[in-house]
């Protein structure tokens, strides 16, 4: 085999092998589409990863974490001795009735009465991350 072909091979294997690694990767999901409900949590919420909190805590990558665990933001003592881990379930319940779930929470949202509207919300901010 002659030098020149030879390097096709190997710069060939090198393109496919480059091709499957990528193709292997898993693909990241966007998040769920952000609903016009949503309008009234982003007055104290951030969602963007890396986003400095705001009067809340940034949303983003809230879905599988423990409650009254993000770094740099200042929960109530009832949030952090609450031991949630947040589910989409336990999202669109919190939304429902903030201050029915976790007593003493500092959010002051009144909660989200239509569960249509609750699961919207939730959907959207567990699909965060």
């Known amino acids: 085999?002659?030098?020149?072909?030879?390097?096709?091979?190997?710069?060939?294997?090198v393109i496919t092998s480059a091709i499957a690694g990528i193709a292997?990767?898993?693909?990241l999901a966007a998040p769920a589409p952000k609903p016009p409900a949503f309008a009234v949590c982003g007055v104290c919420h951030k969602?963007?990863?890396?986003?400095k909190s705001g009067i809340g805590p940034n949303l983003w990558?809230?879905?599988?974490?423990?409650?009254g665990t993000l770094?740099?933001?200042?929960?109530?003592?009832?949030m952090k001795a609450s031991?949630?881990?947040?589910?989409?379930?336990?999202?669109?319940t919190y939304i429902?009735?903030?201050?029915?779930?976790?007593?003493?929470?500092?959010?002051i949202y009144a909660g989200q009465k239509d569960p249509k509207v609750a699961a919207a919300i939730a959907d959207y901010v567990a699909s965060l991350k």
Do not use: L
């Open 61 to 67: 990558g809230v879905a599988g974490r423990k409650a």
């Open 96 to 107: 429902a009735d903030p201050k029915k779930m976790v007593p003493g929470t500092k959010m």
């Open 47 to 51: 969602v963007a990863a890396g986003e």
């Open 83 to 92: 031991n949630i881990v947040w589910t989409r379930d336990k999202i669109a």
């Open 24 to 27: 292997a990767q898993p693909a």
């Open 71 to 78: 770094p740099g933001f200042t929960y109530s003592p009832a």
């Open 1 to 13: 085999m002659v030098a020149g072909e030879f390097r096709k091979r190997v710069i060939g294997a």
